[in-house]
């Protein structure tokens, strides 16, 4: 398998620019790719993002994908397990951190203040 990701140094993130609506996602969500790409179809690379939500922002339905994803709150408020009007569920603050293999599902997600995740996926080697 080739590798999909660069070798990179200290570099500095324009947190401003370089932001997008993943597919399946509201607005008022935005990634950023940091390095590699993740081709979900042939179950191949890795990818590491940053995730953004906006305040008051909320998915209405749990994600279930292939790939592994590891997820770490690094500021804001996020809550897992809302339901379709964004009520309820268990919130968590930063420093927190969820390993999920593929197929587990999990979610809806919402923010109260706003939130920034940093996530890594990726398939198991072959």
Same mark, same amino acid.
């Given at each position: 398998?080739?590798?999909?990701?660069?070798?990179?140094?200290?570099?500095?993130?324009?947190?401003?620019?370089?932001?997008?609506? %993943?597919?399946?996602?509201?607005?008022?969500?935005?990634?950023?790719? !940091?390095?590699?790409?993740? @081709? &979900?179809? *042939? #179950?191949? $690379?890795?990818?590491?993002?940053?995730?953004?939500?906006?305040?008051?922002?909320?998915?209405?339905?749990?994600?279930?994908? %292939?790939?592994?994803?590891?997820?770490?709150?690094?500021?804001?408020? !996020?809550?897992?397990?809302? @339901? &379709?009007? *964004? #009520?309820? $569920?268990?919130?968590?603050?930063?420093?927190?951190?969820?390993?999920?293999?593929?197929?587990?599902?999990?979610?809806?997600?919402?923010?109260?203040?706003?939130?920034?995740?940093?996530?890594?996926?990726?398939?198991?080697?072959?």
């Amino acid at each position: 398998m080739p590798v999909n990701k660069l070798h990179l140094e200290f570099t500095g993130l324009h947190m401003d620019d370089g932001w997008e609506v %993943p597919a399946g996602y509201p607005t008022g969500i935005q990634q950023k790719i !940091l390095s590699g790409s993740l @081709d &979900e179809d *042939g #179950e191949r $690379g890795s990818r590491s993002r940053l995730l953004r939500f906006d305040p008051g922002v909320f998915t209405t339905a749990p994600f279930v994908h %292939p790939y592994w994803e590891e997820v770490f709150l690094i500021s804001g408020d !996020l809550t897992v397990g809302n @339901d &379709e009007n *964004g #009520e309820g $569920g268990e919130a968590f603050k930063p420093f927190t951190y969820a390993c999920r293999p593929p197929g587990a599902y999990h979610g809806p997600f919402k923010s109260e203040k706003g939130c920034l995740l940093f996530e890594i996926h990726y398939f198991d080697p072959v």
